[in-house]
């Protein structure tokens, strides 16, 4: 069975400081696909970063980095000088190729 | 580029009622997904449909919901009769369908069931 695990409901952070959003996973599949989604209160999920799991190079996308440890199936999201437009609802997801499978998120507060 | 379109952005019925929602997904995905968020939960797949086809539909509670893809473009998701279980944001997205293809969204349909 495929799961995703996002231990931390809430998380806060000043703005410009750097905070980290942790996410675990299991999966029997080989090649798959990590996803992190940003759902703000508007309600529509925007994708924020992508990462592939035969890739051992971390992605980045400006102020968004993961870490990638294949071996402990961890991917976490790191978000660099915060900004108050990165307050919303993050989801880690898992696609194995099958389906989407998504964790119950984290809300991050950035505060000003 | 147009995004995946949605209607109606709120419904508040009561139990037993019914309601459809609406999809228009981007223009050329040939991937749609029903997704069910309850309040503090991650969405949870009701069913994908690949063109006109249903791929996967094992979560959906079919003795009350019901979805349809005509021409493989736009698709509606029913609820007949609704439960208060059913209270929840109801999320459409789309993808061209490849291994590893992003997932668009629409803003979503949040129905309330009194």
């Known amino acids: 069975a495929q799961t995703v695990t996002q231990s931390q409901p809430e998380m806060s952070v000043q703005e410009a400081e750097t905070v980290t959003l942790s996410c675990t996973y299991d999966t029997s599949e080989n090649n798959y696909y990590l996803f992190w989604y940003k759902q703000p209160p508007s309600r529509q999920m925007i994708l924020v970063i992508r990462?592939?799991?035969?890739?051992?190079q971390n992605a980045t996308e400006n102020r968004f980095s993961v870490n990638f440890q294949k071996a402990a199936k961890s991917f976490s999201l790191k978000i660099s000088d915060s900004q108050l437009g990165d307050t919303a609802m993050y989801f880690c997801a898992l696609d194995t190729g099958n389906q989407f499978y998504f964790g119950t998120g984290t809300s991050l507060t950035v505060i000003p | 580029e147009a995004g995946v379109a949605q209607s109606p952005r709120y419904k508040i019925i009561e139990k037993r009622q019914s309601v459809a929602f609406w999809c228009n997904p981007i223009s050329g995905h040939a991937t749609l997904y029903w997704y069910q968020q309850i309040l503090g939960q991650g969405p949870k797949l009701l069913i994908q449909f690949q063109n006109n086809g249903v791929v996967d539909d094992s979560q959906l509670p079919k003795d009350r919901f019901s979805a349809e893809r005509l021409k493989g473009v736009d698709s509606t998701l029913k609820i007949q009769p609704a439960k208060l279980e059913d209270s929840a944001v109801y999320l459409c997205?789309?993808?061209?369908?490849?291994?590893?293809?992003?997932?668009?969204f629409g803003s979503g349909t949040q129905l309330s069931v009194l």
């Open positions: 990462q592939e799991a035969y890739k051992q």
């Open positions: 997205a789309s993808s061209f369908g490849g291994r590893g293809e992003k997932l668009f």
